[in-house]
DNA sequence: GTGGACATGTAATTGGTTACATGATTAG
DNA sequence: CTAATCATGTAACCAATTACATGTCCAC
């Protein structure tokens, strides 16, 4: 059982799933691929976590729903109180930020701007979802104690996070720019 | 030439270390484990992007000082300029975040009581170290091309990061514990 | 006609963690 | 007397990515 067959059950506590929603829902976390995905999924079935069904579709291939059992559901509640794991953010941008000083300073602008547009999207998508689930809940995301109420507040860290790395990026640039200037 | 690879370039040319060191240090990006580095260490220096020297102690053990070559240097620089791998964060405690509406309120109120000891040593650490830098540096911080800016707006980030971090869990304590009373 | 969405799977390879191994010194 | 710091290394194992594999429909 490592930590990604807890974001599974975590996911598949909420709703039933096939294992390529789980792959585009798990972005919430990390993005896991399917080849990862898939024989995790196994694996659970056989640990009796998970049952599955095949849903034939025409025009599309044939998908297998899975749902999570009651053992399912207690494993993963009792692995919640355990101690979690330290975080791990492996970020190559920031070894590149980490050494900018090596660069011409087009290269170090170009750099950030890139990665404010990659959070810029982050940012406008998130804002999307956030809106959804509050129009769709409203008070009750006050209630710990209801499905939703987790995957509101992960959101909300997440929109925070993006915005913040883009305030950060917007701080560097005007540093560097500002640098420039002086020494032309 | 992995991103570890060029994690430890960043930091060797700043200054000649020993792996030892460089494990340390490497906090900044994300805690790689000695048995990684050391033959990574070993494979870079056969690549002639390193060169070392023994140096014999007494009441320790002796150690290796790595140092950059021109060759490792060119290398790195380059690399900087090239896109960026989208970053990964495993984050086991975001899937129990997630998850919290399953367990009970004391369970949930612990589990964020615990990441926010965490996060505040880490802040604690961090305010002391940009202090240092601050204090040492002074205005030449906003020279771009000094070779501590990397080092300097790589540590505001994250410090900016644990900050937050800690607020959003005082945020999500106060809604449960809210919660909690109105129950009773 | 080309690329993307849908949908699942396996195999090969690389990356990363845990465990094994050694050994002196110092602080509690 | 026990744990931590300094210091380097290898071996075994597990986790994760990349590549291989298949097939239809729809939009551009």
Redesign the interface.
């Known amino acids: 059982m490592n ?1 990604l067959a ?2 599974l ?2 996911m598949l ?1 909420r709703k039933s799933c096939t294992g390529y929603e789980l792959s585009q829902f798990l972005e ?4 896991a691929k399917h080849s990862q995905i898939y024989p995790l999924l196994k694996k659970l079935e056989h640990a009796d976590m998970l049952t599955f069904v095949y849903e034939h579709q025409t025009a599309k291939p044939d998908k297998k729903i899975y749902t999570i059992t009651p053992k399912g ?1 207690e494993v ?2 009792e ?3 355990t ?21 011409e ?1 087009e ?2 602008i ?2 950030f701007n ?1 990665r404010i547009d ?1 959070y810029q999207k982050k940012i406008d998508f998130r804002i999307g979802i956030i809106a959804e689930i509050e129009l769709q809940y409203g008070k009750q995301l ?6 939703h ?3 509101y ?2 959101f ?2 997440k929109l ?2 993006e915005q ?2 883009v305030e ?1 990026c917007q701080w ?1 640039l005007s ?2 720019e ?2 420039t200037d002086q020494s032309i």
Chains 1, 2 share one sequence.
Do not use: C, H, M
């Open positions: 930590s807890y974001a059950l975590s506590v919430t976390f990390w993005q559901k993963l509640s692995w919640i109180g101690k979690p794991s330290p975080p791990v953010s492996r970020d190559e941008f920031l070894i590149k930020a980490y050494a900018i000083w090596l660069t300073s290269t170090a170009e750099l890139e990659f006050l209630d710990p104690k209801a499905s109420f987790g995957r507040i992960l909300k860290r925070k996070l913040d790395e950060w560097v540093i560097i500002n640098f």
